[in-house]
């Protein structure tokens, strides 16, 4: 079992930046594969960014590659999403999620068991 709160949203203009955090709960953290997903209404939850094994390989969904980071410290028991040259269309609510690795297929929601209650991230024109 695994317990996870992140934080570190807000409301930033176009071209911002900011780095969500994901605490989690448990000794065992570091054995956990990690994801990040976004939200808007209406639509599905979408795959962001992975950290899907312990090997810690990170693998992102094009529309943010070379502006968004996903990193772990797992002395800290967290996850982080280094998040730049933010655009309207970043807006959504962001979660993360945890499994047992694999964690395979990485970008499907479903292969997590364990999610945040997610945090809101408004990028404003």
């Known amino acids: 079992q695994v317990q996870l709160v992140e934080s570190g949203g807000g409301l930033v203009q176009a071209g911002g930046t900011l780095r969500l955090s994901c605490a989690a709960s448990?000794?065992?953290?570091?054995?956990?594969?990690m994801g990040w997903f976004r939200q808007v209404p209406g639509k599905e939850r979408e795959f962001v960014a992975a950290?899907?094994?312990?090997?810690?390989?990170?693998y992102y969904t094009d529309s943010v590659k070379g502006r968004f980071t996903a990193s772990r410290d797992n002395a800290k028991n967290t996850v982080y999403l280094q998040m730049n040259s933010l655009k309207p269309e970043d807006t959504a609510v962001y979660y993360c999620?945890?499994?047992?690795?694999?964690?395979?297929?990485?970008?499907?929601?479903?292969?997590?068991?364990?999610w945040g209650q997610g945090t809101q991230v408004t990028v404003s024109s």
């Open positions: 448990g000794r065992t953290f570091s054995r956990y594969g």
């Open positions: 999620a945890a499994d047992v690795p694999p964690v395979y297929p990485y970008g499907n929601p479903h292969s997590y068991s364990y």
């Open positions: 950290i899907p094994f312990t090997t810690g390989s990170t």
